[in-house]
């Protein structure tokens, strides 16, 4: 009988737990693979795990988490309808941005999950996000856009905004979060 998404994505964490591939696993406490359905329409990438998602093993938990909570409530949407996950799965030390090299070598386990999950609509938190599948873009650029991709042989819908963590530093910045997650809900017919 063939593997269930669930059973594939406890493997790849199985994987990112035991991985030693960049020194970042030395310095954290727990690997934060994503946590989820499994099978979701919608699955959310932010950047690399913070101090309490590190303690915890599980994303946006600390105060990005609280923002990104009442984010998806004004679109009607429950966590346990979609996958969070991040560019990174262990913390970088005081929450430095991800080096490249590190990005290299960590995220073919965010392709697996994807491949895994075959979400339609994902929503990149942050620049390194978007900057994984747009190289060549800007934030602030697209951010808000409703962008069509096929990758990696998946059809998919990106909506590239600011990084939550942004929205708890400056105002406008939570105004165009605040804008975005509109416009994600008025797509998804949920507002
Ligand atoms: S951050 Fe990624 S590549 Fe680095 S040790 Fe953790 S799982 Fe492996």
Redesign the pocket.
Known sequence: MPLTNSQQLDYVATL?TD????P??KT?TH?VPGSGNPTAEIVFIGEAPGFFEDQQGLPFVGNSGKLLDKLLLTISLKREEVFIANI???RPPENRDPLPD?IR??TP?LKAQLKIIKPKIIITLGRFAMNYFFPNESISRIRGQIRSLVWQDLPLTIIPVYHPSAGLRNGAMLQSLTDDFKTIGQFLGRI
């Open positions: 990112i991985c030693t591939k960049c970042l696993y954290a690997s990174l799965k262990h590190e070598v960590c386990y």
